[in-house]
């Protein structure tokens, strides 16, 4: 069994049938599933001074639970983080699409599948991976060779190989941002969690999805208007954002604010995120590894938007908006060229809604699209899910073509948008990473001094036996 052009050792091999063949049933893993903050090389409560990767020497107060681990930390190995990068959102194959071709059909963009689902599902999400020799992008593509990608043991290698091909550095070293970071002046108020001391410390890896929700944003909206035919007022004047010639029975409708339109889209595009975290519990519980999962930091000064608080990822931001008409909209995070970027108008990538709305449409029916109707139809060139002759029925159908005054609708209230308010989405940053775990080798001793038992699972007491020989 061959990954990539290296073939597989035979400890790789025993490991990956062991992640496949030999797992617990869902059951089992969901009756022992808890956080295990306490790590190999961990302190907590100890009272002693440590020296963390951002420079900062850290000291937690002596307390009940003081405990100082007696071991070195031991980072996740390859394997381990490859299986936990692909329970989170690694191909598994091909999307169904069982949907009416009547019933908005073309939200659909790509029908690539992945471990967790996504609305229209969306390629919207990616997920950061921060370790000791930096912090890394996991995106393992739109490739897909089969219906079912992992069928049997000739296939469990190809987790690996995605892992590798996947995986791009954005940074040299783990971000300067950890349990002691503060803004000048407010010494007491934590940006990183006051319960979060363990926090991207050495040995670790800590797993974040990272959204661009505005590509759901305007992706969707040719949607929203076409089938839902749904329509956005302005929230200040209660009149039609920009569409008032297309508001009328058999087009636009029924009317939201664009506040409301906005909360719907950056809370459907949290659920992605959720199922990755959830995902990844699983696997690291699977493998008898301790995890953690959080929210309680600001993932804006993580990604960089503040350096003078923290260089952080170094991403790029905009100055903040003024004209946006919430805080929570003043700030857009570009992300890195080519590597992760934010949909947002105007942007280095987008200045008007034309450029947005026509790069959403030629994502959907261009070259070698999900709905092109040529014979480079990817539905085609990969074997699937459809057959041929339903994917050539499927894609002349008039109902999945996004209607021209459609088209022409999303522009203008783009467009309204970036006049009135500078900005396109109005009330959000479309960046988002606030969701993650930590995953790490579990300090057993901490648990056998502190807890009643029952907390220690075989696979973690077995684990570095089971996995590092």
Known sequence: MAVGT????????????????????????????????????????????????????????????????????????????????????????????????????????TIAGRTAAAPGNSFAHDLLIIRDDGAHLYNPGRERAKMVEIEGEE??????????????????????????????????????????????????????????????????????????????????????????????????????????????????????????????????????????????????VLMGAYPDIARGLGFRSEPLNPRAPAGSGALKIFGLEGVKEATYVPSPRYRDGRAVIQAMMDEKYGPGATMSRGNDNWMLTHGGPFKPEVVRQIVEHPHVRVSDWAVEAAIAYVDYCVERYGQCPVYFNPMQCNFGAVVHHVDTEFYERYYVGGSITPQIRDHMRTWHG
């Open 6 to 109: 290296r073939t597989l050792t035979d400890a790789e091999r025993r490991q990956l049938k062991l992640f496949f063949e030999q797992t617990r049933s869902l059951p089992q893993l969901l009756a022992t599933l808890r956080s295990r903050r306490v790590g190999l090389g961990y302190a907590i409560e100890s009272g002693e001074p440590e020296v963390r990767a951002s420079g900062r020497t850290l000291v937690q107060e002596k307390g009940p639970l003081s405990f100082k681990s007696a071991h070195d930390p031991v980072p996740l190995s390859e394997m381990e983080e490859a299986l936990i990068a692909w329970s989170a959102c690694g191909p598994n194959g091909m999307a169904h699409w069982d949907i009416a071709i009547h019933g908005g059909f073309h939200e659909l963009v």
């Open 155 to 300: 296939d469990y290698g190809k987790v690996l190989d995605w892992y590798r091909r996947g995986l791009t550095r954005i940074q040299d070293g783990r971000p300067d941002v950890d349990w002691g970071l503060r803004a000048p002046g407010a010494p007491n108020a934590s940006l990183f969690g006051p319960y979060q001391f363990n926090l991207n410390r050495q040995g670790q890896t800590w797993f974040i999805p990272i959204t661009d929700v505005g590509w759901l944003y305007f992706s969707v909206m040719l949607n929203i208007f076409d089938a839902w035919h749904l329509y956005f007022i302005d929230d200040a004047t209660q009149k039609p954002a920009g569409v008032e010639r297309w508001v009328g029975e058999g087009k636009l409708e029924f009317p939201l604010t664009i506040s409301q339109f906005e909360q719907f889209i950056f809370q459907v595009e949290t659920y992605p995120p959720g199922s990755y975290v959830q995902n990844m519990r699983l696997a690291a519980e699977a493998m008898g590894l301790g995890n953690w999962i959080f929210c309680g930091y600001f993932d804006d």
